[in-house]
């Protein structure tokens, strides 16, 4: 469940993005997505109080997101009022003797890591280059730095492969092996040369394994920074 909760926050803040940039095409998408994790999320029977706990936490952090459309607010309080029938109404008051009613439930965080690790807000005003590469090495995320080098917007490389991007020779002899590392737990940190504009710049990549609040391995972490090879510079 708390996968399930924590891939709803992350298209939700991509939900976010869409409005305030007006796409309405990526609205469109991210609407149809989000619903079907909403109704698995509240279509799971808790088997435990923590399980239980996560639901209503749910279902009341949507009803505080949306609290400013009343449509919306609508229909999540009559989720919220099916979910109190079905565990306590069916059950009778009964059942609840003995529970601990008052602990607070260990929720999932609103993303894709623990707070600090990805905080979205932040790692999009960095002027680094930055992006999460899932396991199957597609973007997850990536800030606008890094999206505009390589002249798109960052919406439209969600999901995309890094193939792309990179070539596939690239890729087979030398980042695939990288990011598997990475995915395997290990921290990489790697630099490589590039000639731009009869220019010979070094390029610092650094790969951070990405896991959620669960401890459940989402991809890897790229920053990416350039930098004028000085020791050319100093020659010159």
Not at 136 to 153: F, G, I
Not at 166 to 181: M, N, P, S, T
Not at 196 to 201: G, K, L
């Amino acid at each position: 469940m708390n996968a399930l909760i924590e891939l709803f926050w992350f298209k939700y803040s991509q939900l976010q993005y869409a409005v305030k940039v007006a796409d309405e095409h990526l609205i469109g998408i991210l609407d149809r997505e989000l619903d079907p994790i909403l109704r698995a999320v509240y279509d799971q029977r808790a088997t435990s109080v923590e399980d239980a706990r996560l639901q209503f936490h749910f279902l009341i952090d949507i009803l505080r997101a949306e609290s400013g459309d009343t449509s919306s607010v609508l229909r999540h309080s009559k989720l919220l009022q099916s979910l109190i029938d079905r565990y306590f109404a069916a059950a009778g008051v009964a059942d609840l003797a003995g529970l601990d009613l008052d602990r607070r439930a260990r929720l999932p965080s609103k993303g894709l890591a623990d707070e600090g690790l990805l905080n979205e807000a932040i790692l999009d005003c960095l002027t680094d280059r930055i992006a999460v590469i899932t396991p199957d090495y597609r973007y997850l995320y990536t800030n606008p730095a890094n999206a505009s080098h390589l002249e798109s917007r960052p919406m439209d490389l969600i999901g995309r492969h890094i193939v792309e991007f990179i070539g596939l020779q690239r890729f087979e002899q030398r980042v695939k092996a990288y990011l598997d590392r990475c995915f395997g737990g290990e921290v990489v940190d790697y630099t490589f040369a590039k000639n731009v504009d009869a220019r010979t710049v070094v390029v610092r990549c650094r790969l951070t394994p990405c896991l959620s609040s669960n401890g459940k391995l989402i991809g890897a972490i790229l920053v990416i920074q350039e930098h004028a090879d000085r020791r050319r510079a100093i020659a010159a």
